[in-house]
DNA sequence: TAGATTGTTAATCGATTAACAATC
DNA sequence: TAGATTGTTAATCGATTAACAATC
């Protein structure tokens, strides 16, 4: 409790919390090759940050090492896994399902992670009654009950920009709490308390053609 | 060529180069409604940041205002698009054809913007064959040749992780200039111009649930 | 105990914001 | 010309890195 406390006071920054799903990500590796334990130091260098980073950021949730033999990897692991909220389910929908929806029901790892694929919806009548992964595409006419009974977390939003704002919006109403939004618009939600996660795919593959235009022949 | 001398001696932040893309689809709306012209203070209104780090950005690349005016929108969004390198042609494929390999095959927006789909592979010989948006999927052992006669700029990696690292090494020694990978891994190309912008959906996913795991009920 | 490595404070670096002279 | 707004320098803020005492 007081530790929860104490996370809420020291508001942590966004580039702390973004870096700790690769930390996730390399600790899981070191589990799987059965590495028990690994100091701030050979983490860095295997993770090419600084070992000062490492611990700056771990010291943002608690002290879970031990001087003098760094890391123990399954609890830092376990640990960094609860703080990203992974030890908990969240109930989800996927919001249009057209390709990218389709491919993101598709992805097996999320569910092994917690998160759990309730329902998929669609406008379009051609889609509508088609299964994926065993889940039925529903008409989006039924998401308010749908959404309402079933105890949506996060919504997946996979539809075009000029739906999103509104969908957004009323998802929120019936009370999801997270929305994560590939639609490219930047969402101004009126419930200030729905959390936005916004993946841009377009403007990622920009920053790489800025990066990329010179080395074109 | 002076101006480009300039940009190559201070160094880009990307702090400011992942802001491009959103400045320039924010121009593209006002476009789209015909606003002829904006001071960096409404538009940083509009997007909720400051008017100063808007003019900071842009006069990294120069100066596209005027003074007691503003910008003109349609000059902005020009320079932007150039900067980000949008008025070239980028010949892509796709490596790995899959639920997302086939979700992002049908993005018809990137085709928009100079980014041309010319070939998929897969290693499934269910997949081999298919076509999709008129592409025919092929075998990767194809691959090579295919690279080689087809002057590739750019991958898209949507194959699973253990595949990857190979892949993208003969890739880039093939001659492809950059990877959009989207496969959970940190890839260590030998060949050190070659350019990697990653896209891990999980990481996005769990930086959701770190904010999101608090609201739940 | 001696060596290793953390947790944490202090120093540095870089990015953001503020201010304002230049100028359209 | 007067008002508006840029481009740019200076000030502030925050994030990263370095250093080291605490301690396993």
Redesign the pocket.
Known sequence: MSDNHKQEMKKI????IKRLPRYYRYLGELLENDVVR????ELSQRMN?????I??D??NFG?????????NVEFLYSEIGKILGLEKTYNIIIVGSGNLGQALANYIDFEKRGFVIKGLFDVNPRLIGIQVRGIEIRDIDQMEEFVKNNHIDIAVLTLPKQKAPKLANDLADWGVKGLWNFAPIDLQIKNDKVIVENVHLAESLMTLSYRVKDQLE
Chains 1, 2 share one sequence.
Do not use: E
């Not at 920054?13 to 702390?16: N, R, W």
């Not at 690994?38 to 130091?41: H, L, N, W």
């Not at 940050?49 to 980073?53: K, L, M, P, R, W």
């Open positions: 920054s966004t580039a702390v690994i100091s701030s130091k940050v600084t070992a000062s980073q611990r700056q771990l010291n002290g879970f090492g031990q001087q003098g033999y760094g890391y």
